[in-house]
């Protein structure tokens, strides 16, 4: 069995038109509040903002943004107001894309929560519009890997209720495309405890994480803090002959405290 070895230093004792509707299709009958109230709940990358504890941006300033401290988030609150739009989030982890440099926050700061205020929007704008502005700050893996220049367009898979032992070599195994390291749990960092852990997974044919179980546990919260990021993991599929097909692996994650 493979094993992914994902190794991460982690700083945690300081305290297309396709691409945007994937973030979450704003129908034409929704309202700009009925499309943030449906973020509530996602776990997105925002862009830019992971060391801001508080900040302000003008949608006609999104697409010039060339900050590099990138976190996946889980989105706690999104208002409409007045033009503006308001967002509340929680930081559950730091997306990398291999072969890509890593992203770097101010002093080294990431902060476990925040918030997010993009104004100068129409008091009459569009769901549409609004989706489209805020894709350029909150993504999908689809569009973080896209703003990357990895396009990534398989769709989402149910788990196989059967899944067969893997063909004859030789194939190619999963690539790694897209990993998000999990953030330490409040009783790891008070504790300063680190260690890694593994997780056995199946890469699906959509290059998704499929059936994830602790193999190897760490404790502390923390094997549920990896189990929380892994489905934002995307990969190239196992393939033979070109033809994908899903594969366990083993998936070591490493906590460590600088």
């Known amino acids: 069995m493979k094993v992914f070895t994902v190794k991460f230093p982690f700083v945690s004792l300081l305290p297309g038109i396709w691409l945007f509707a994937m973030l979450s299709p704003a129908a034409r009958s929704q309202t700009p509040q009925d499309y943030l109230h449906s973020l509530i709940g996602q776990k997105l990358m925002l862009r830019h903002f992971g060391d801001a504890r508080e900040a302000k941006v003008k949608k006609d300033d999104l697409p010039r943004l060339?900050?590099?401290?990138?976190?996946?988030?889980?989105?706690?609150?999104?208002?409409?107001?007045?033009?503006q739009?308001?967002?509340?989030?929680?930081?559950?982890?730091?997306?990398?894309?291999?072969?890509?440099?890593?992203?770097?926050?101010?002093?080294?700061?990431?902060?476990?929560?925040?918030?997010?205020?993009?104004?100068?929007?129409?008091?009459?704008?569009?769901?549409?519009?609004?989706?489209?502005s805020l894709s350029l700050l909150l993504q999908t893996p689809e569009q973080y890997l896209a703003a990357a220049g990895i396009p990534f367009d398989l769709p989402p898979e149910a788990d196989a209720e059967n899944l067969g032992p893997p063909p004859a070599p030789p194939f190619?195994?999963?690539?790694?495309?897209?990993?998000?390291?999990?953030?330490?749990?409040?009783?790891?960092?008070?504790?300063?405890?680190?260690?890694?852990?593994?997780?056995?997974?199946?890469?699906?044919?959509?290059?998704?994480?499929?059936?994830?179980s602790i193999a190897r546990?760490?404790?502390?919260?923390?094997?549920?803090?990896?189990?929380?990021?892994?489905?934002?993991?995307?990969?190239?599929?196992?393939?033979?002959?070109?033809?994908?097909?899903a594969l366990q692996q083993s998936v070591e994650i490493d906590f460590h405290l600088y």
């Open 66 to 83: 060339h900050g590099t401290c990138d976190v996946a988030v889980l989105v706690k609150d999104a208002l409409w107001a007045k033009g």
């Open 85 to 132: 739009a308001r967002l509340q989030w929680e930081q559950i982890g730091l997306p990398y894309v291999p072969g890509q440099p890593r992203g770097v926050c101010k002093d080294t700061v990431v902060f476990d929560q925040g918030k997010v205020k993009v104004t100068g929007f129409e008091l009459g704008e569009s769901s549409d519009s609004l989706a489209a």
């Open 172 to 212: 190619s195994r999963p690539k790694v495309l897209l990993t998000v390291n999990p953030a330490f749990s409040e009783e790891a960092r008070s504790a300063k405890y680190q260690g890694s852990l593994i997780v056995s997974v199946y890469v699906g044919t959509d290059g998704r994480i499929h059936r994830p």
């Open 217 to 245: 546990k760490l404790g502390l919260g923390l094997d549920e803090k990896a189990l929380n990021v892994l489905p934002l993991w995307r990969f190239e599929p196992a393939r033979k002959l070109d033809k994908p097909f």
